[in-house]
């Protein structure tokens, strides 16, 4: 299987801050990835498809880059309701899998 | 807006099988993969397996030929089972659309005990 390798796995920040969350795969997947937001509680929410497409609705300060084997997330200004955990998630081949996840704690 | 929702037993014991539904609502489940994945209590999310219609399936080979979807077109449904659980497969299960994983179910927590 391919593995994933998410990092850093949790992160202190403040409001305003902008945060990079990196994710590396051991084989190629070209731009077969997707990033996910997950609040306690509530339903994961896709916010980047195919590794730097927003999805609708997103708002413009999530982004995401890379392909191959290297992808960067990137929250250029942190708002409150942005605390959450992240989690990448190929899809290039069977079994898809996840990065561990990053969890965005408040400073 | 299509919406997913699990529901099934919240308590299963060891050694049954484990049912879940993920009824779909604002969308037809025709033309689309369906996924279940899963997060154990302090753990990161596991892909459990996909079924388009009734054609297709790929199961995670981690779980060992336990698991069985289908989809019930005239109710907007598709259903996972998980044979022979153990407290290893207690865990949040969830439901999503496709390879982008868009939408989610909300989640619902299987506890596997005596």
Known sequence: DIQMTQSPSSLSASVGDRVTITCQTSQDISNHLNWHQHKPGQAPKLLIYDASNLETGVPSRFSGSGSGTHFTFTISSLQPEDFATYYCQRYDSVPYTFGQGTKLEIK | ?114
Do not use: H
């Open chain 2, 1 to 114: 807006q299509m919406q997913l929702q699990e529901s099934g037993p919240g308590l299963v014991k060891p050694s049954e099988t484990l049912s879940l539904t993920c009824s779909v609502s604002g969308g037809s489940i025709t033309n689309f993969y369906w996924n279940w994945i899963r997060q154990p209590p302090g753990k990161g999310l596991e892909w459990i397996g996909y079924i388009y219609y009734n054609v297709a399936t790929n199961y995670n080979p981690s779980l060992k030929g336990r698991v069985t979807m289908s989809v019930d077109t005239s109710k907007n449904q598709f259903s996972l089972r998980l044979s022979s659980v153990t407290t290893a497969d207690t865990a949040v299960y969830y439901c999503a659309r496709g390879d982008y994983f868009d939408p989610w179910g909300q989640g619902t927590l299987v506890t596997v005990s005596s």
